[in-house]
């Protein structure tokens, strides 16, 4: 009763801020999101190898995939080996791809995070940052290829960032590595923020490290449980699609 009561108080918000490679129409990343069937949300963020439209193709395989599973009620670590499992048959082990999910469970009462991606998650408690980097392998290529998960119970003031490697290496080229959990520690203190503007704030400056030119796909994906503040009961989504020139 107590996680119930206090799981009504808290709200979830999401924000998500990504870019294609320079000179590159298409993003070789893609996020899906899906309402849980016992109750909650998951979110899923796929990088397919390299860039452009085979890097599309392939994540879109292992997003559908894994959101389609999820939906029906499998469990996020299941999910994770079994759009490995069906990448590495469909591409005959010779093509992977990195993947995050994070899950609002109501059935657990907790923050699920998954991840086959050597990018870290950086999570936010209670003012406390930490990097979450422990190895994983990205699916497709071996065998027993299998996620590293993470549950954490669900609390006001939890906050997630997820990204792919276009953010994590935003600068490399020339020598501007980007202090990832160090300008988002600072970022947080400088003031009030919304997952949105924390999402669009971390884009912007990868960008800005590469000198305007995206080396790489670049996705961000934020979400922050807080305390709710209206009894507004209405779920909303807002999505912003620039549409290319035609």
């Not at 994070?102 to 998954?114: F, G, N, R, Y």
């Not at 071996?142 to 993470?150: A, G, M, Q, S, Y």
């Not at 490697?165 to 009030?192: K, T, Y």
């Not at 507004?232 to 912003?240: G, I």
Request: proline content about 6%; glycine content about 6%.
């Amino acid at each position: 009763m107590h996680n119930k009561a206090l799981a009504d108080e808290l709200e979830l918000l999401v924000g998500v801020a990504k870019m294609s490679k320079y000179a590159v129409s298409e993003s070789g990343d893609t996020l899906e999101v899906t309402e849980r069937p016992h109750g909650g949300l998951s979110l899923v963020l796929a990088d397919g190898q390299q860039s452009g439209r085979a890097a599309k193709v392939i994540s879109n395989l292992v997003a559908r995939k894994a959101i389609t599973l999820l939906a029906e009620g499998v469990r996020d670590g299941a999910a994770a080996r079994a759009a490995h499992d069906y990448l590495r048959t469909y591409r005959q082990g010779k093509v992977s791809c990195e993947l995050a999910i994070a899950s609002l469970d109501l059935e657990t009462m907790t923050l699920v995070i998954s991840r086959n991606s050597h990018c870290p998650a950086l999570i936010l408690e209670s003012s406390v940052l930490r990097v979450w980097d422990e190895p994983s392998e990205a699916i497709g290529i071996h065998e027993r290829t299998k996620p590293v998960i993470l549950e954490l119970p669900l609390a006001a003031n939890t906050w997630l960032v997820l990204l792919t490697d276009g953010i994590l290496e935003a600068g490399e080229h020339n020598g501007a590595a980007f202090p990832l959990a160090d300008w988002v520690r600072e970022r947080m203190q400088s003031g009030p923020v919304s997952p949105a503007d924390l999402a669009d704030a971390i884009l912007s400056q990868a960008v800005a490290l590469d000198r305007g030119r995206p080396q790489d796909d670049m996705s961000v994906l934020v979400l922050a449980l807080l305390p709710r503040v209206t009894d507004d009961p209405a779920r909303r989504l807002t999505v912003r699609f620039p549409l290319p020139p035609y």
